[in-house]
T-cell receptor
Framework: KQEVTQIPAALSVPEGENLVLNCSFTDSAIYNLQWFRQDPGKGLTSLLLIQSSQREQTSGRLNASLDKSSGRSTLYIAASQPGDSATYLCAVLYSGGGADGLTFGKGTHLIIQP | AAGVIQSPRHLIKEKRETATLKCYPIPRHDTVYWYQQGPGQDPQFLISFYEKMQSDKGSIPDRFSAQQFSDYHSELNMSSLELGDSALYFC?????????????????FGSGTQLSVL
């Protein structure tokens, strides 16, 4: 079964620190990998999308990397702010004849302490 | 910028009732996806539509059906509701350049419909 795993499940750090969220996936046959942010009771906001042929994507203080061969991705957040507090979800679009939809991890619940 | 609009925002139903959820994609997005997110769970793909035709099916129960209309909005119809159907239902849209899966496009999600089955 194609799965996506995120570690840690929860993380609390002081404001200003740099941090890394991890995502692993079981099958390297992917089209792309996306990182989403979800605020409580709200929808998902796409942060970064990395194509299978790419190694990383950057947007502002966010940098996402992809190592398809090892089945891993990281989301690096620089100079964290309280407004970054949210749940961060990693999602993979598998290409191996699977469904049209994304396979999500269970997310990392991030708290940035002021 | 226009976003994906879902209605209603909240819905309370009793067991065995029916429910209809609506989704209005971003203008010029021709692909719609439905996801179900149970409490504390990750979103699960239900079904997708491209150009008003069903594109793919995920873990959608037989009690549920969906369609995409000529104006590209989509409706998810849920019958014989069960307690376990209580969840946040998301709709997402994306542009698609052809008949194949949207492998290069971000998905834009709506704020979801919170369905509670009592």
């Amino acid at each position: 079964k194609q799965e996506v795993t995120q570690i840690p499940a929860a993380l609390s750090v002081p404001e200003g620190e740099n941090l890394v969220l991890n995502c692993s996936f079981t099958d390297s046959a992917i089209y792309n990998l996306q990182w989403f942010r979800q605020d409580p009771g709200k929808g998902l906001t796409s942060l970064l999308l990395i194509q299978s042929s790419q190694r990383e994507q950057t947007s502002g203080r966010l940098n996402a990397s992809l190592d398809k061969s090892s089945g891993r991705s990281t989301l690096y957040i620089a100079a964290s702010q309280p407004g970054d507090s949210a749940t961060y979800l990693c999602a993979v679009l598998y290409s191996g004849g699977g469904a049209d939809g994304l396979t999500f991890g269970k997310g990392t619940h991030l708290i940035i302490q002021p | 910028a226009a976003g994906v609009i879902q209605s209603p925002r909240h819905l309370i139903k009793e067991k065995r009732e029916t429910a209809t959820l609506k989704c209005y994609p971003i203008p010029r997005h021709d692909t719609v996806y439905w996801y179900q997110q149970g409490p504390g769970q990750d979103p699960q793909f239900l079904i997708s539509f491209y150009e008003k035709m069903q594109s793919d099916k995920g873990s959608i129960p037989d009690r549920f059906s969906a369609q995409q209309f000529s104006d590209y909005h989509s409706e998810l119809n849920m019958s014989s509701l069960e307690l376990g159907d209580s969840a946040l239902y998301f709709c997402a849209s994306s542009p698609r350049t052809g008949e194949h899966r949207a492998t290069n496009e971000k998905l834009f999600f709506g704020s979801g419909t919170q369905l509670s089955v009592l």
